[in-house]
């Protein structure tokens, strides 16, 4: 992985982690796991290494060895964290949150899992595709079966600094419809390119999951109340446009569609695109057109043919050759052949 960082077990990430604060650089990306440790040792690796806020106790079967993983992009104030193990029971007691003075959120999405319970803000019943909140302020106990989640672990400040210090906690956050499934799809495709990007790029794209969570929390905060489209307008925008990347290649993708998984009206798309000077319809045509100048530019690798020019004009959404290659002469002053053969 670019940029990775995996810290020695005589350096636990854990203390840094627990505090949001890190030697590393904002976008460095972290990852520890049971891997490399001897079975035997691994819950008690995991105790100290990663839920250190927490008393893990391990619920595999007698005679299984229990195994984990956490990758972390570090942030300015907030965290983006992967997490995954085999089933585990924790504890956080009302001692541990006066002695470590941990003060931070976590606004977390269960990715996968069979069955799990929180008790934090009451008892809660946590499924599969759900976002639920975990205040470390407050005791907290959670039994899961094996699992995987996200996280983005907020301080207390950053929330209070953005939402005002009257802010209060909801009970649970809002689902699907709405900024939840925008929050859900940010979150999913950082870590889904987090280690192809670079440090800056990571960075951005943490900006992009705080800001979405923030606008989460102030929806939360009142019935019917909408998020501050001037405060989190850009990470609106970095999330249509990471929609439209990965669907142009579909011929039929358009505005209609990318409003739908956006979760707004065609209006409300068109006037998030005005802003950024730009039409939804000529930024669709746009990504199409920069993916295939990527695709008839690439080398092939070894033992593999490239593909045609009629097969990636298909690939990136041209359902018609001649607009293809119009379209492409029109954009880079050049044919798909020529771009494809240059002169020497």
């Not at 193990?85 to 899992?113: F, K, N, P, Q, Y």
């Not at 409300?268 to 930024?283: I, N």
Request: hydrophobic fraction near 40%; charged fraction near 25%; glycine fraction near 8%.
């Amino acid at each position: 992985m670019a940029n990775e960082v995996r810290p020695a077990p005589d350096s636990p990430p854990h203390r840094r982690h627990a505090a949001l604060a890190s030697p590393h650089a904002p976008g460095t990306l972290v990852e520890v796991a049971t891997d490399p440790v001897p079975p035997r040792e691994r819950l008690d690796f995991w105790r100290e290494s990663v839920l250190s806020r927490m008393r893990p106790e391990s619920e595999v079967p007698d005679g299984a060895a229990f195994g984990g993983r956490l990758r972390r992009i570090v942030g300015h104030g907030a965290d983006l964290v992967e997490h995954a193990s085999e089933a585990v029971h924790a504890v956080r007691t009302e001692a541990m949150c006066r002695r470590d003075g941990a003060d931070d959120i976590s606004l977390s999405l269960m990715v996968e899992c069979d069955w799990a319970t929180q008790e934090n803000h009451g008892a809660q019943q946590i499924s599969a595709g759900m976002l639920y909140l975990v205040d470390y302020a407050r005791p907290v106990e959670i039994r899961r079966s094996r699992h995987r989640d996200m996280s983005l672990i907020v301080s207390r400040k950053t929330i209070h600094d953005t939402l005002g210090p009257g802010f209060t906690l909801p009970d649970q956050l809002p689902q699907r419809p709405g900024l939840g499934s925008v929050l859900q799809t940010l979150m999913a495709a950082t870590w889904r390119e987090a280690p192809r990007m670079g440090i800056d790029e990571r960075t951005v794209a943490l900006k992009a999951c705080t800001d979405m969570a923030l606008a989460l929390l102030q929806t939360s905060q009142k019935a019917g109340l909408q998020a501050d489209a001037g405060r989190f307008d850009d990470s609106l925008y970095r999330a249509a446009w990471g929609l439209v990347r990965r669907h142009c290649g579909d011929p039929a993708f358009g505005a209609e569609r990318l409003a739908v998984l956006l979760e707004c009206s065609r209006a409300s798309l068109y006037r998030l695109f005005a802003r950024h000077g730009e039409g939804v319809a000529a930024a669709i045509w746009s990504a199409r057109l920069e993916a295939a100048w990527q695709q008839v530019t690439a080398t092939a690798g070894a033992g593999t043919e490239r593909p045609s020019l009629s097969e990636i004009a298909l690939r990136c959404g041209f359902s018609d050759p001649s607009t293809f290659q119009r379209m492409f002469k029109r954009r880079f002053g050049l044919s798909p052949r020529e771009a494809r053969h240059p002169a020497n």
